[in-house]
């Protein structure tokens, strides 16, 4: 835990120079403390290089290999501090540089996603930057790719960051079994003078299955980490559909503990890290003790002309092997052609009293043949178990006992997290609504915005632009206005108590009690009229 908090600690002013809204003062200060950090790393790399053109040894190779991620992040982020210190500069220039346009630029997914909703089809993109040149062409790609703009979705910045971990991690422990395999190189030279010629074929065959057990896994892994972030937007973009039907009951209902499915989804970026991690390292010892028996076992020997006990258990299995095999096939063409109507087309019984004397004498065969497919179910979990182990998206357990699984579990309570917390509908709207306020907000004193609210009531005339077109503006500004006023005489009409809790004319200012007579005078009149009209 002391090792931990110093870790985070250290790396804690980065997060705080990346999420800073002073971005020019945050690039700076980030800029130089990772380039501090690089200077040290790279003076640590520098003197392991000399170490190892001095000594030659391996190990130092290896730990610099180790070390290989910590100097590209720290050079990433040097990177992009120092893009984040051209951009303020570019934007202190630029004075007509709109800091909501900037957040429309970010979220342009957001916003194609609502106007997909509401046009019902796809939409353009609107804030789309045109790109240019090699790099951005890769960007732009990398971009549709990320984006998928027939869906409108962008992956969250911390499903990304959590991958790329899982990445990083997976080759951590490809470096540390290639230096394990190293290791046995070594020791296998050391000993050949006096081990015997099949023993020292044996543990070579067996070395070289270990080479490609490391490189099968880490191409498994990475493909299957690919394969979870399509996942992970499959079921992000099910749950803004609303669509819950593939989540466990008790997160589909919302009748479990909320505050477990919180918990959860803080340990899901530990939990996918350490999964991957663990998914890898059993893959490799399962895939080499396979690859190791088909090879040592079966291909060589036949190679070679020789005999081995999987061979001749195979050679003495395999008549009651092909016979089990033809049987199954037999049951299922005399189920389509002889049993069922219409060739297997409509799912009824043709001939019962056949079908019946078939199933009593296969009832005592099957009996042999249901220890067989038991043991075959319980190697398809394993190896399914095995293959699939890093995805959390989907639980290994059965569909009764999902909330059992600790990693489905803790991804569950994350995507629900994300799909309250980042929402495109959510975010727009927050994010129109706080633009129309700003809009609306006039840095007047509040006085003089009401009796300026009166005067535009008084004056009835429709002012022009300078194209000679009425002014629309005003005319909205005007209908706004009205409309509030009437609304809060409906409102006093429905809920007479709140009358006297208006301002009277001693403790407000001039505009207020007229406003404030403005409306409860109407209130009166309409109650008096009779009227009842209530608010939506």
């Known amino acids: 835990m002391i090792a931990t908090v110093v870790i985070a600690t250290s790396a804690y002013p980065l997060f705080v120079c990346i999420g800073t809204k002073y971005k020019k003062w945050g690039a700076l200060f980030g800029f130089t403390y ?5 200077s040290l790393f790279f003076y640590k790399f520098s003197h392991l ?6 000594t030659t040894k391996e190990s130092l190779i290896f730990e610099m290999l180790h070390e290989l991620p910590q100097y590209v992040c720290l050079l990433l982020l040097m990177i992009y501090f120092l893009r984040q210190i051209v951009l303020s500069f570019k ?38 930057v ?49 230096q394990v395999e190293a290791i046995f190189q070594a020791i296998l030279e050391g000993y050949s003078k006096v081990l015997a010629e099949d023993l020292k074929t044996d543990l070579k065959l067996w070395i070289d299955c270990y080479s490609w057990a490391v490189i ?20 992000l973009t099910r749950l803004r559909q609303g669509d819950r039907m593939w989540l466990p009951k008790s997160a589909w ?30 893959f490799v010892v399962v895939f080499w003790g396979f690859l190791g028996i088909i090879v040592s ?25 092909l016979i089990t095999i033809c049987i199954y096939v037999a049951q299922l063409v005399a189920a389509k052609f002889c049993f069922l109507m219409q060739n297997g087309k409509v799912f009824a019984i043709d001939n019962r009293k056949a079908f019946n004397i078939t199933s009593y004498y296969l009832f005592f065969f099957n009996i042999f043949l249901g220890i067989l497919s038991c043991l075959l179910r319980i190697l398809k979990g394993l190896v ?6 890093e995805r959390v998206q989907k639980s290994i357990l059965p569909s009764s006992f999902e909330v059992m699984d600790p990693g489905y579990s803790a991804y569950i309570g994350y995507i629900l997290i994300e799909h309250v917390h980042a929402n495109p509908v959510l975010r727009v709207f927050i994010h129109l609504l706080n633009e129309s306020t700003m809009e609306n907000r006039i840095p007047n004193s509040r006085c003089s915005n009401r009796s300026s609210r009166q005067n535009l009531l008084q004056n009835t005339d429709d002012t022009k632009n300078e194209d000679g077109r009425p002014d629309l503006a005003t005319k909205i500004a005007r209908f706004k206005i009205i409309r509030n006023r009437w609304n809060l005489a409906y409102t006093l009409i429905r809920n007479p108590g709140l009358v006297g809790l208006r301002r009277s004319e001693e403790s407000s200012d001039k505009g207020a009690s007229c406003e404030s007579a403005f409306a409860t005078g109407s209130a009166q009149k309409l109650q008096n009229l009779g009227g009842t009209v209530e608010l939506v």
């Open 130 to 178: 045109e790109r240019r040149g090699f790099l951005a062409s890769i960007a732009t790609r990398l971009k549709r790719w990320m984006y998928k703009p027939k869906r409108e979705f962008k992956y969250s910045t911390r499903i990304i960051c959590i991958f790329v971990v899982c990445f990083f991690a997976i080759y951590m422990v490809t470096v540390t079994a290639i």
């Open 253 to 282: 209902k919302f009748t479990g503990s909320l505050s477990f499915l919180t918990a959860q989804s803080m340990k899901f970026a530990g939990f996918q890290v350490a999964y991957a991690a663990w998914g890898y390292s059993i």
């Open 297 to 321: 076992f079966i291909i060589h020997p036949l190679l070679e002309g020789k005999s081995s006990f999987i061979l001749h258990f195979l050679y003495k299995i395999w008549p009651a092997l």
């Open 49 to 54: 290089i000399r170490e190892c053109f001095s």
């Open 91 to 128: 934007r202190s220039l630029l004075m007509n540089v709109e800091e909501r346009s900037t957040w429309k630029m970010e979220n342009c997914h957001m916003y194609q996603h609502v106007e997909m909703l509401l046009q019902g089809r796809d939409s353009t993109t609107t804030y789309e």
């Open 34 to 38: 990772s380039s501090a950090w690089f």
């Open 216 to 235: 099968g896994s880490a191409i498994k892994t990475w493909i299957i980490l690919l394969n979870m972030l399509t996942w992970h937007r499959h079921h």
């Open 384 to 389: 399914l178990g095995v293959l699939f182990l």
